[in-house]
């Protein structure tokens, strides 16, 4: 009887509890519960397996990094104003104190953080690349070559929103360079869907703001970039990297992270920054630098979960996969824009047959990569129903990338005739034999 009354008392005592101390009860267990996923996510971007993308075995970042000068901030804060208000409030003593670090940077400035923004952590990465300013524009600056296809390792989609001021300009940003005198300023607006990420392997489209300064200082030319997202991305999906050295990708179609325990949430990238400076060092060698300041906040629930290192990873993808391309002694930026118009101009029956012989030697190459043998991947690609997975743009994409591969000498699943530079190999898979595409069956987008 005792016993009975004890425990009865220890039910009033909780019943009590609970009425009275609900939002503490709730607070706790939110905090379990982001401790569970903070678990997760380290075991999921843990840099230990091999089938990682290299980028991130590279990443040994100091876990208290030095901070950026003021003077250097506040240039940034400057060029973030011009970005959101209009070109003549740029003015370059402003940010003088900027291009003096990052012009006469020599170290790797990996250990160097900014101070966070939008939210998000920062990093700053330094690359030096063999080619001039000229050739940099000419490829990356250009309105008739795509953005993603100069770093197919972290862009698999974008392009310029129609109204952009950058798309109304009667010449190119490199035809300005042997008269540049006073800074140059063009802007627009972009819209991007990155390739899966290497932390959670998902991918994301989203709208950003883009600033684009051409400018002479201390004698060198000069490019500054500026973008800020415009608004949160749409809900991530599943992808995988098969291969980041040769650009292959996964795209599922599907909502979600591929990572077991947390795969079903629903994540965002709310936003993100960054301040790109290319410098010319050397028009003789020729020899130029690209420095880049980078911001991200991305996760669920509005809980940022995205470390510098995650950001560190996503840029040296990025950097390594432009130096792959404008470095290229294969390539010139006229080959590309004449290689290029052929997809461009590509009918939807032709990008049909071609996006079905793609997607059956997908499913014959990868079909038996460990992160593709989840029943869902399994039963995407089977029979080469990838093909159904592809939209309009996808499919444009898919075509681009594989013609720019073929034109690098690299490997291909398909074969895209007419290119101004000759395959250095064969696709790794015989084409399959296409059948031409009823009209009734051409894809709708």
Not at 102 to 112: F, H, L, R, T, Y
Not at 168 to 188: D, M, N, Q, S, Y
Not at 424 to 433: G, H, S, T
Request: hydrophobic share 40%; aromatic share 10%; net charge negative.
């Amino acid at each position: 009887m005792k016993k009975t009354v004890r425990v009865q008392a220890r039910l009033n005592q909780y019943e009590y509890y609970m009425k009275n101390n609900t939002f503490r009860v709730l607070s706790v267990v939110q905090g379990l519960f982001a401790l569970i996923v903070g678990l997760c996510v380290l075991t999921a971007t843990s840099p230990v397996r091999a089938e990682e993308p290299e980028g991130l075995m590279d990443v040994k970042l100091s876990p208290k990094p030095a901070s950026l000068a003021k003077d250097v901030e506040s240039g940034i804060d400057h060029l973030f104003e011009v970005l959101k208000g209009d070109d003549s409030m740029l003015a370059v003593n402003k940010i003088q104190p900027m291009l003096d670090f990052v012009v006469n940077m020599q170290d790797d400035p990996k250990n160097i953080a900014p101070a966070k923004r939008f939210k998000g952590y920062g990093i700053c990465l330094r690359q030096e690349v063999r080619t001039d300013l000229d050739r940099i524009l000419r490829y990356f600056y250009n309105p008739d070559i795509p953005n993603y296809l100069l770093c197919p390792a972290v862009l698999r989609l974008s392009g310029w929103h129609k109204d952009s001021q950058f798309l109304a300009r009667e010449k190119g940003l490199w035809e300005e360079l042997p008269t540049l005198t006073e800074p140059v300023i063009t802007r627009g607006r972009e819209f991007e869907a990155n390739t899966p990420d290497s932390f959670a392997e998902a991918y994301y489209a989203y709208d950003l703001d883009r600033l684009i300064i051409l400018l002479k200082y201390q004698g060198k030319n000069i490019l500054v970039s500026v973008t800020e997202q415009d608004g949160k991305s749409d809900v991530g999906r599943k992808g995988a990297i098969l291969n980041d050295k040769e650009w292959d990708y996964f795209y599922s179609g599907l909502e979600g992270l591929n990572k077991g325990m947390i795969g079903w949430m629903d994540t965002f990238m709310y936003s993100s920054g960054s301040v790109q400076i290319f410098v010319e060092h050397d028009q003789a060698a020729p020899k130029s630098s690209v420095f880049l300041f980078k911001w991200l906040n991305a996760g669920w629930a509005g809980m940022n979960v995205v470390k510098r290192s995650h950001i560190y990873d996503g840029s040296l993808r990025y950097a390594r996969s432009f130096k792959k391309v404008v470095e290229s002694d294969d390539l010139t930026p006229e080959a590309v824009v004449l290689g290029m118009s052929g997809v461009v101009n590509m009918s939807d029956i032709e990008m049909d047959v071609l996006i079905r012989q793609y997607a059956k030697n997908f499913e014959a190459r990868f079909k038996n990569d460990p992160k593709l043998d989840s029943s869902d991947y399994a039963d995407i690609i089977a029979d080469g129903g990838y093909a159904k997975v592809l939209d309009k743009e996808g499919r444009r994409s898919v075509l681009a990338l594989e013609k720019l591969k073929g034109m690098l000498g690299m490997e291909t699943l398909i074969s895209i005739g007419g290119g101004p530079v000759a395959r250095k190999q064969a696709p790794i898979f015989a084409p399959v034999e296409a059948e031409a595409a009823p009209a009734a069956e051409v894809p709708e987008g």
